[in-house]
């Protein structure tokens, strides 16, 4: 089961979790120079983040809006780049947040799972409901792919829908207590499902419950720097530091801005962020 193969790369590298959240105003100069094409100048600048941190990144996240906001040139970069992962023995998360209708999802399964933009794992967006899920399902069942449900979400917004009081708790509770049961059918041998959670790490009040009443979830969790989420909290939705991966996506690909000779250096100050994130989350720091 993919679910399998992300268990033992979070053992094997950690858990941090990439976020190739490419933005051209994020590029040094002297990879924007190299060539007057947008989606090679793209590729080339994530190439560089994933030659330089794979061997201690359990998982990269490609959020597709990046690549969509710079039109047909960005989804060869977001295409190429999953060819590049998958190339290098990386996993991949698409950060598409899909949901619709069946018949529109049982496209947009085929399109994120086969094909020119294919990942290892999607997100999905619950609020259309159940059946906006269930169309993924034969991908799951074939051992071959996963999904991350939003749960509770990152972002102050979270407060609008998902704490809206059901049955005396939160919203999220009742939509992750059904999907909990649906991801039953996709477990792996390492005890978690391929059919799992986004939990934001910005809030922690409810931590412990979520990691608790979702023993089996694997969790997509960020938050992480650019959103302020704190080491302390985030520790919270981990298993002795596997069952889910910590995106951190501004936090690690503009890092090398802080720096006098960052774009000279753009290689090692990234592999630094990452290492300085691992670190403070270990609570090495
Ligand atoms: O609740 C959520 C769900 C998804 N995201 C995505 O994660 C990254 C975060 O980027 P940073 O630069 O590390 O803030 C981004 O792609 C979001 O779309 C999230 O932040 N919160």
Do not use: W
């Not at 991949?92 to 020119?116: L, M, N, P, Q, W």
């Amino acid at each position: 089961m993919i679910i399998d193969k992300l268990y033992d790369s979070v053992k094997d590298k950690g858990f941090v979790c990439v976020g190739l959240d490419t933005s051209l105003d994020y590029i040094p100069e002297n990879i924007k120079n190299k060539s007057s094409n947008v989606a090679d100048i793209v590729f080339e600048f994530n190439k560089q983040i994933i030659d330089c941190t794979n061997d201690i990144t359990g998982i990269f996240k490609v959020q597709i809006a990046y690549y969509e906001a710079m039109g047909l040139e960005g989804l060869k970069a977001y295409s190429k780049t999953l060819k590049y992962l998958k190339e290098k023995n990386a996993l991949s998360i698409g950060d598409v947040k899909r949901g619709d209708i069946a018949a529109t999802a049982k496209e947009y399964a085929k399109a994120h799972f086969s094909g020119d933009f294919e990942v290892d794992f999607i997100t999905l967006n619950p609020y259309m409901g159940y059946d906006s899920i269930t169309p993924y399902f034969d991908y799951f069942k074939s051992g071959e792919k996963g999904a991350f449900v939003l749960l509770r979400t990152s972002n102050p917004g979270a407060k609008d829908i998902e704490y809206l009081e059901y049955k005396n708790e939160p919203l999220y509770y009742e939509i992750g207590e059904n999907i909990y049961k649906m991801a039953d059918e996709f477990i792996g041998e390492c005890g978690y499902s391929s059919l799992g959670f986004v939990v934001g790490g910005t809030y922690s009040e409810e931590a412990t419950e979520i990691r608790e009443r979702f023993k089996k979830s694997f969790f997509l969790i960020p938050g992480y720097g650019a959103q302020g989420g704190k080491a302390e909290d985030i520790r919270l939705y981990l298993d002795d530091f596997n069952g889910g991966v910590v995106n951190s996506s501004r936090g690690i690909i503009t890092a090398y801005k802080k720096h006098e000779d960052g774009e000279n250096k753009f290689q090692e100050y990234t592999r630094q962020a990452v290492e300085n994130m691992r670190n403070d989350i270990y609570g090495k720091k």
